[in-house]
């Protein structure tokens, strides 16, 4: 996927594929917890939230799903380290740095262009930095987490990229 | 006439003009006025035709509840039916055309109809086309298609722009009147999240126009102060124009806010459709005034006391010389003495009640108005305008006693409060004897999912009458919901009003009471629709007991404006006709919209190339610049088959098959699912999802499986690869990915919770290209990089490596019968692989092949395709995949069911192949006849085809079908008759047509 931007009231910029990691496993399991740490030194995030620490983060997807992200040509190290260090207890790690898109949103709007498309709660005393939420943004299935003030991260599908380029540049005229 | 008065016009702006065109006549108003306003400013009373009788209507309302000022709205591309007069801004160059009416509005042919009116009562239709039966079709529904309809259907495309938006509230508040507005200072102190809106431009609703005195100000000053510390406040969204559609299940609500309308054509959105998720949602929607129901109470000229007092106090319009008022309550007073202080001539308040008295009345008296106390219209003279009416007593049967001149009526049966909004999902009513009004129930509201009221109403729409009953009200239901929240409530402080008090009202349901049937078959219930009181009491007689049919059945209240003025008065005609209470009837169903809202807001931003997703594959640009054919699989676009030049779709797809089977074919197999299943337990799993058995299979190796529903029937299948030593990977059908992924996780999530089993879609994180034919092994082995040699990679074997340095996973399956290789690569890098094969495969004369030619190799093989043989009523036994059914297992989904007698039975159509006698090509779906007819008098069937093609490796058509006893019948000929009246004679046969001992794909 190539870079793309747009600037209209909100900025939109599409990057190069993130590298990003699936794991499946009990997120409050203390094993797991301390695989991550040992692997990545990242913190297993809270129900909601998004933890991050230089170049990788991990957004909580569902009470046994996290997704990890680290620069694209570390999936594959990062996912082997966490793979040694979980052996031995239940869990899944796939690399799916291919099946995604990553858009970044940014602008004092922001927030506003993401609610014309997305039922999530962004209200300021539910949708805080440091919370993802795993969602639809108009007819397809999304994820997004404010990285900084006036900041949305946002992945989906690879396949509905020109989709969701189309959208928010639409939505942020 | 009607005519712009020198004073008053609190909302338009006499220094800003505004030209715009009415049937193409140039007609000018002001800033600030609603089409109607400015149309009754230029004498135009005159504003449409009914839709039955095609009478001549004018303009009855000042709102949304406007019956019949309903206009085509703009032109071209812009061009918008039904637009109410009443709530269109008048805006620069604004281009309106009246409705329902040919040649002119004036001189209208329909008309005729208005003679007839006497052999068109209700349910004329229904006991006049129904014989004889063959006139219907050919004669009189064209005839009724052509007459019918108000507005016309716009033919082009709508080039205005629509958005959605999303919010969350702890209140939101519908309507911004008083009551709505006290409600929104209330919860703002109290420190709730609150969205305020108002369907009209301008706040305060009626109680700006009637004036009483709010906090010592005037209330229209209230209102500002109060609006203004609303928008100021952090925890408030104010939104104008802006209407209440519709509430919902969990506190959902839609709002309509129209953002442009008032400035005609811009590059700004024009509408937006809110989608409210509220804690608590307070209707403060106010109440509708009634009509009187009298003879010739629809002549243009007659409209409700409060829109004459609107058009007066808001727009300075007087709607008539000589106005009568006509009312059982002493609301209407009100415009009397409104219209008398303008300088209008006031000749008489006609009031059905025995006396009037009281301050409303005084104050009438006061400025030598008559008053004529127990007497009623007999009837309204004159035919596009309104000439005088004739006077009687209420209590009669209509013996005229005197007759007084006029150019307007202003009528007032009392006022019905908005209760649609609470209805929409599921509040009670009640029916309030003394205002003769439902209002609603306040111990039966919708209930949330607490089992508590999401919804309360406040002010007249809770059927408040004075405005300091009004304003204690709103502040008392919003502090019972602070208090339910909270704990406790707020200290508040209710501002004092001053207002003249109010006698009660009289119901009148009947003008005079006695109304003889001449003068009931004149007075009119819906003005759009045309049902007068003759009309429902006609129904009540014929047994349409039931106030949902009598609703259906004289189409009262079925208009576009729903019946919000007819409603109350058909109900308590139809309960006086009934003989029982308003009550025991009951009312219609009350659902969203409150008011139509554009199709556009519905849509949204799903227009042009955001209608919807395209799921496009790594491949996708290229498949774009061969001019691929593109076929929908799911929302996938797949390349049907790539044409060259001038070749069509058929030459294409046979080139493709025929080049696939002779040297190499590429196929972009991307959208095929791809679930990896792993854990210690994930063995046992796919046992359970999977008919065959796949624990079994060794790791490098692949196996075909079918997934059964609990039912028994087929509903997925593909190849399975065991990739670990706990870890497998299930291929499914394109279209099937996703909802096989969440078959899986209900199934782990749900009953075999305790199962030791993860599951990812991994569909999306691979490209997938299919190498076919003769050459692939060649080709493969000139990129380089792994070993694909029979030995290293055999047939359903998997194999890592990378080829032209790429990593990757080469599948050795075959959907085509030849030597195949599936390679999954990373999709970021899926691209270069294929143009990397397509480059070393140009010696080897590769050509892509679409999903027809894939169809048709799979078909030439005999290979199932989900969705073709299966349509949900098929299980893997009429299929004649008994080897992949494991007999060893002890369970799998769907095993229970197919041991059951029906489907066990061998009547069962079962899977064989069909080969045409003339070598022609069968129609899908064509049935195979039996011998007899059915108890339907049809013929019997025997069999139907499921998949057919022209083959072109077989230069014939071959077909699949699921046929009585096929597999017994080998060689016997059966019957196909075509819907042209010929036979298609078909001989049944192997479905293998094409090399049978797979000795191409096994190389």
Known sequence: ?173 | MSTRLATLGRLIDRTQRRKFLFNGKAMQGYEGDTLASALLANDQMLMGRSFKYHRPRGVVASGAEEPNALMNLGTGDRFEPNARATTTPLFEGLCARSQNHWPSLEYDIGWMNNLLSKFLPAGFYYKMFIHPRPLWKHVYEPFIRQSAGLGQAPTRKDPDLYEHMHAHCDLLIVGGGVAGLMAAKTAQAAGLDVILCEQAEHWGGRAVVDGPKIDGQAAEDWVGATLQELESASNVTVLPRTMGAGIYDHGFALLYERLTDHLGPVETPRHRLWKVRAGHILTATGAIERPLSFAGNDIPGVMLAAAVRDYAVNYGVSCGDRTVVVTNNDDAYRTAIALKEAGLNVPAIIDARPQAEGPLPDMARGLDIEILTGKAIAKVKGGARVKSVAICDQAGEGTVLEEIACDAVAMSGGWSPVVHLWSHCGGKLTWDEAAAAFRPDSTCPPLGADGTGFVSVAGAADGMQSTSEVLANAEQKVLALVEKISGSAPKTSLPAVQEPGQEPLSPVWLMPQGAKPALRAKSWLDYQNDVKVSDVQLAAQEGFESVEHTKRYTTLGMATDQGKLSNINGLATLSNALGSSIPDVGTTTFRPPYTPISMGAIAGEAKNALFQPIRKTPMHAWHEEQNAYFEPVGQWRRPYCYPRGSESHDDAVHREVTNTRANLGLLDASTLGKILVKGPDAGKFLDMIYTNMMSTLKEGRCRYGLMCSENGFLSDDGVVARVGEDEWLCHTTSGGADRIHAHMEEWLQTEWWDWKVYVVNLTEQYGQIAVVGPNARKVLEDLGGMDVSKEALPFMGWSDGTLAGIPLRIYRISFSGELSYEIAVPAGQARALWDKLLEAGAKYDVMAYGTEALHIMRAEKGFIMIGDETDGTVIPQDLGLHWAISKKKEDFIGKRAQERSHMTDPERWQLVGLETLDSSVLPDGAYAVAEGKNENGQRNTQGRVTSTYMSPTLGKGIAMGLIKHGPDRMDEVIDFPMLDGTVKKAKIVSPVFFDPDGEKQNV
């Open chain 1, 1 to 173: 996927m190539s870079e793309r931007h747009f600037e209209g009231s909100t900025n939109v910029t599409e990057h190069a594929a993130k590298g990003m990691i699936t794991l499946r496993g009990d997120l409050e399991s203390a094993v797991l917890q301390k695989a991550v740490r040992s692997a990545l030194e990242v913190t297993c995030p809270e129900r909601g939230q998004y933890t991050q620490n230089g170049a990788f983060s991990m957004a909580w997807m569902s009470p046994d799903e996290a997704l990890i992200l680290t620069p694209h040509a570390e999936a594959d190290a990062a996912l082997a380290k966490l793979a040694k260090a979980l052996d031995g207890s239940h869990h899944l790690l796939a690399n799916v740095s291919d099946a995604r898109a990553f858009f970044q949103l940014e602008g004092p709007q922001v927030l506003n262009v993401l609610a014309k498309l997305t039922p999530v709660d962004l209200r300021a005393n539910h949708f805080k930095t440091g919370q993802v939420r795993r969602t639809h943004v108009s007819q397809v299935a999304a994820a997004f987490w404010m990285s900084e003030t006036d900041t949305i991260d946002l992945i989906c599908f690879r396949s509905v990229a020109d989709y969701m380029w189309d959208l928010l540049s639409n939505a942020a005229r």
